[in-house]
């Protein structure tokens, strides 16, 4: 998280705000609402209260207004610049505004005005731009849901160094924190593969791995697919038909690039899998055979994707077929031969041929780190 | 996401520096140079890409790239990256 010079903060906790114009994309009440709720992300961390008045001059004064709106900070027309907010202080400073020339949501159409207006009153309270991809603050738009939001772990502190913590936090202990690639206990939820680049699946985030770059990209599952859940059991590539599978409870989803492939997302038991089984830990295509494993707790089942039918004799217990890896998989992916298992803060490079383990390797290592 | 195998051409063309401009100017305030000091002007264009690669955690080569121009292009806050 960052501040602006000298830390510019308000001195009283008490602040007011007025909504002076509105946009003609969304009901009058949808906005307050909106509005509302980006101040309560705030004042549940802090002792900060915000008062809305309908006239006058409030400390945080809110408008839409489309290209130079009488700030010499022009806004862009659609997409580019959403919004801006001025650091706390007299007149200007606080105000936020609004580019008219955006569409305006409560949901993950054009932009999320609750989502926007939450990052920009983070500015009228005294935060900078964060270089955390996860935090609130982080400057590009990201769509990260429209219920249940979380206000990130960075965001959190870095209101509480300006303004203390509050004393009704609802959420004290479920801020989210943005994984670290390098943790040396570092654990994944899944793993796969896509068009030759790996996809490293944690919490509501996947890093983008290109096989020749050392830097992983990490992206929010939701800014790409916002009707994904914000976290994942399981995922697989089936490249015959260039189709990523992933998988969250009892359902799952096909997904073609950015599309999610008609018809989806149908229920693993559509797959063979019995009822009784709640979500899968683990699944990893093996294009050598045409077959995907599903790992569930201690076993794992085998899917022919040629005949679309669960193979007869299984379930089989995971430490029968693949002695070693322990009794359970977060993720598994395939390539050149070897299955790579991931248990915890270890990986197990088990080849396929030789059926046995080769290395063992801390999970960070697929980071290089 | 990685497309399926179209090749993308990877030159700028003089707009994509001039919106690149735009952006380093707003975000990281750039100041606009007078006209003739072209040298210079390249120079801190080079030196603030720079500090806009090192925040997005990009490769910091001072130099205009895909990564840079893509991250550029997307939609944000309008507020500078760097207190002024």
New interface residues.
């Given amino acids: 998280y ?4 000298r830390k510019l903060k308000w001195p009283q906790n008490n602040l007011t705000y007025r909504i002076v114009n509105y946009t003609p994309d969304l009901k009058k009440s949808e906005v307050d609402r909106a509005f509302r709720k980006a101040f309560k992300v705030w004042s549940d961390v802090t002792p900060l209260n915000f008062t809305r008045i309908r006239s006058g001059t409030a400390d945080i004064m809110i408008s839409f207004g489309r290209r130079e709106h009488g700030d010499f ?1 022009p ?1 862009d027309g659609p ?7 001025f650091p706390p202080g007299p007149n200007s400073g606080g105000d936020a505004h609004f ?1 008219e020339d955006e569409l305006w949501s409560t949901d993950s159409n054009g ?1 999320n005005l609750f989502l ?1 207006a939450a ?2 009153f983070g ?1 009228s309270l005294g935060l ?2 964060s ?1 955390d ?1 996860g935090a609130l603050m982080y ?3 990201t769509y990260t849901g429209n219920t249940g939001f979380l206000l990130p772990d960075d965001d959190v502190q870095g209101i509480q160094v300006l303004y203390g913590k509050g004393d009704h936090d609802p959420h004290p202990d479920d801020h989210p924190k943005t994984p670290e690639k390098c943790s040396p206990n570092l654990t994944l939820d899944a793993i796969t593969e ?4 790996m996809m490293i699946f944690k919490d509501r985030f996947f890093w983008r791995l ?1 096989p020749q770059m050392v ?1 992983a990209d990490l992206v929010q599952i939701k800014s ?1 697919w916002p009707e994904i859940p914000s976290k994942i059991d399981a995922a697989y590539e089936n490249s015959e038909n ?1 189709h990523v599978l992933l998988f969250r409870g009892r359902k799952f989803w096909a997904l073609n ?2 599309d999610i492939v008609e018809g989806y997302p149908k229920k693993i038991y559509e797959l063979g899998l019995p009822r009784s089984v709640k979500a899968i830990d683990a699944a990893v295509h093996i294009s050598e055979t045409g077959k995907t494993l599903f790992f569930v707790g201690e076993k794992y089942w085998s899917y022919d994707e040629n005949s679309q039918v669960m193979e007869k004799d299984y379930p089989r217990f995971i430490e029968d077929d693949f002695p070693g890896i322990g009794h359970r998989v977060d993720a598994a992916y395939q390539k050149n031969g070897y299955i790579y298992f991931f248990n915890g803060a270890l990986q197990f490079e088990f080849s396929i041929w030789s059926e046995r383990i080769i290395r063992v390797l801390n999970t960070n290592s697929i980071f290089w780190c | ?2 497309i ?1 195998d179209e090749d993308d051409s990877d030159e700028f063309t003089k707009q994509d520096f001039e919106f690149a401009e735009r952006y380093l100017k ?2 990281y305030n750039l100041l606009s140079n007078p006209a003739g000091l072209l040298r210079k002007s390249a120079g801190t264009f080079a030196s603030k890409l720079r500090e806009m690669q090192a ?3 990009l ?1 910091v080569t001072g130099k205009l790239d895909e990564d840079t121009y893509e ?1 550029m292009q ?6 500078p ?1 760097v ?2």
């Fill in positions: 960052n501040f602006f010079p900070y806004f997409s580019g610049l959403l919004a801006h907010a580019d932009y926007v990052h920009e500015h900078e731009h270089r991809p400057p590009v738009y896509l068009r030759g680049e290109h830097d790409f260039d690039g950015y | 996401l990685p399926s707003t975000h925040f997005f955690g490769d991250l997307q939609p944000r806050c309008g507020v990256d207190g002024e």
